[in-house]
């Protein structure tokens, strides 16, 4: 039995986390900024920083009590201490390596960098059953839209990629044009259940050719922002639109909400269904399992839609619990896991990172 200690700061969410032996969760604890980044309706990366700072110890704290451990003597039962060290912001990354080192120094157990993008791969079997592999990944957050291919927990290969926002940004930036709060997506998701979401033809944007599996946001986005305030006259900063969001009534903002997310989601599933049908006619990979991951993997219609993709292929679909879909420090202990029990850890060197580096198929 191997208990690790979690800690995760790379965004705007502050979490510490005991998971024993990479899928029972002893404590999760999450603290999150959107209060502070609401008014500038986006993450603010200095904000952001100081945040951690003061969040940080009562977190970890909170991490410690909830598994029923005392501060004093907690490090005797922990066996290593793991933390998303790359991507992220680079301040918001910094404050939680420099704890995670503290501490792994302080109890005298192994340190663990993991990335943050594959640690979300494994929200799926916390609290749950071990993942079946093969198996096909998908990571949909406010920063990432990702494909990847998993042989095993930790052998994981990239299949495709945004190439300009990620599906989380574009909820986000819809629900601004629109008018909504922050963070947009699940405002988004909740309006367009009372929404037509064939009331806008939006384009469901592919890349390149059948077997590029990249993702294009921006399109989706200005389609949606001319469909609200018409065309613009002039261009850059001059740009002047003719309307905007309060032109529309409650039901057509919800028929907004209803069609973007039809295409934003449109895009993931047939890029997802792409993935695997071309690592079984390239690669000859039968995949077993579907693992979803990202704070959008708890839209309900992109919940739906794959429930439907797997059934229609006959797949394992693995939904993270809706706690663990958005960033938490439980998915970084879970993955550290696999790490550890295959004699893998890193120097307290370890450095703070603000890109993932990842081995395409
Ligand atoms: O994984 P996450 O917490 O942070 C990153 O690593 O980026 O994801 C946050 C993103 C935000 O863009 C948020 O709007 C989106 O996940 N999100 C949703 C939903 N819940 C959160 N997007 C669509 N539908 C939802 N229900
Ligand atoms: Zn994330």
């Known amino acids: 039995m191997a208990l690790i200690f979690g800690i995760e700061s790379s965004c705007d969410e502050t979490s510490a986390a005991i998971v024993c032996d990479g899928r029972e969760v002893l404590s999760n604890v999450v603290a999150t900024q959107h209060e502070l980044h609401r008014e500038y309706g986006g993450v603010v990366p200095e904000i952001a920083s100081r945040a951690h700072l003061e969040r940080l ?3 970890v704290d909170g991490a410690i009590r909830q598994a029923g451990l005392e501060r004093e003597t907690a490090g005797q039962a922990i066996d290593a201490v793991a933390v998303g060290n790359r991507p992220g912001l680079i301040g918001s990354l910094l404050v939680g390596v420099a704890a995670a080192k503290a501490l792994a120094w302080a109890w005298d157990k192994p340190l663990i960098g993991v990335d943050h993008i594959e640690a979300h791969l494994h929200a799926a079997s916390l609290a749950g059953d071990e993942i079946a592999m093969p198996a096909v990944g998908l990571v949909v957050s406010g920063g990432h839209t990702s494909l990847f291919f998993m042989e095993s927990a930790t052998s994981i290969r990239l299949m495709g990629r945004t190439i300009d926002d990620a599906v989380g940004e574009a909820f986000d930036k819809a629900a601004s044009i629109l008018g909504l709060g922050y963070p947009g997506g699940p405002i988004v998701d909740q309006r367009a259940a009372s929404g037509n979401e064939k009331a806008h033809r939006f384009p469901v944007a592919a890349v390149g050719d059948r077997e590029c599996l990249d993702f294009s946001y921006s399109g989706l986005k200005t389609s949606l922002l001319y469909a609200v305030r018409g065309k613009p ?8 639109f003719e309307r905007d969001f309060t032109q529309f009534n409650m039901a057509e903002i919800d028929d907004f909400c209803a069609s973007f997310q039809r295409a934003a989601v449109k895009a993931v599933i047939r890029n997802t269904r792409l993935a695997i049908e071309l690592l079984r006619e390239q690669h000859g990979v039968g995949v077993k399992s579907l693992v979803v991951g990202g ?4 839209n309900s219609r992109l919940r739906n839609e794959m429930r439907k993709l ?10 993270p619990a809706m706690e663990y879909c958005l960033d938490n420090a439980a998915m970084i202990a879970g993955y550290a896991w696999h790490r550890l029990a295959a004699g893998d850890s890193d120097a307290l060197s370890l450095s703070p990172w603000p890109s993932g580096e990842y081995v395409e198929l």
Do not use: C, I, Q
């Not at 006259?233 to 002047?240: F, L, S, Y």
């Not at 059934?311 to 939904?319: M, V, Y």
């Open 310 to 319: 797997t059934s229609d292929l006959g797949l394992a679909l693995r939904l």
């Open 233 to 240: 006259v002039g261009r850059g900063k001059d740009a002047r």
């Open 295 to 298: 704070g959008v993997s708890a």
């Open 57 to 59: 110890w009562p977190v």
